[in-house]
């Protein structure tokens, strides 16, 4: 399985950046597909999740009513739209997997749930 993060780069506060992550090696459609980002000196956090079978959204209190996850089961993709950027969401962001049979809702937001990371991709967005 891997996974291929782009989209990072730098960017006003204020502004927006998509990110996208494109899976392959396997099946798609039944994956719970997440985002997470750490900035330096501080641990992984979850971002944002969707789960394949119900698409259900889920997200962090950070980034909510900002940012949308979504993913296109037909080309293995997953997307970030980030828009309202801060400066305190600079970080690298990681998107990561977790196949069938998929962690409960529960535990969507642990990264202990993802068996596959991405390389990620870093996003600056300067004040």
């Known amino acids: 399985v891997q996974l291929q993060a782009s989209g990072g780069g730098l960017v006003q506060a204020g502004g927006s950046m998509k990110l996208s992550c494109a899976s392959s090696?396997?099946?798609?459609?039944?994956?719970?597909m997440a985002w997470f980002r750490q900035a330096p000196g501080k641990e992984r956090e979850f971002v944002a999740a969707?789960?394949?079978?119900?698409?259900?959204?889920y997200y962090a209190d950070s980034v909510k009513g900002r940012f949308s996850i979504s993913r296109d089961n037909a080309k293995s993709t997953v997307s970030l739209q980030m828009n309202s950027l801060k400066p305190e969401d600079t970080a690298a962001y990681y998107c990561?997997?977790?196949?069938?049979?998929?962690?409960?809702?529960?535990?969507?937001?642990?990264?202990?749930?993802?068996?596959?990371w991405g390389q990620g991709t870093e996003v600056t967005v300067s004040s």
């Open positions: 090696g396997r099946a798609f459609s039944s994956d719970t």
């Open positions: 990561a997997l977790d196949p069938p049979p998929t962690a409960i809702a529960g535990r969507v937001r642990n990264f202990e749930s993802y068996d596959y």
């Open positions: 969707t789960r394949g079978s119900l698409f259900t959204k």
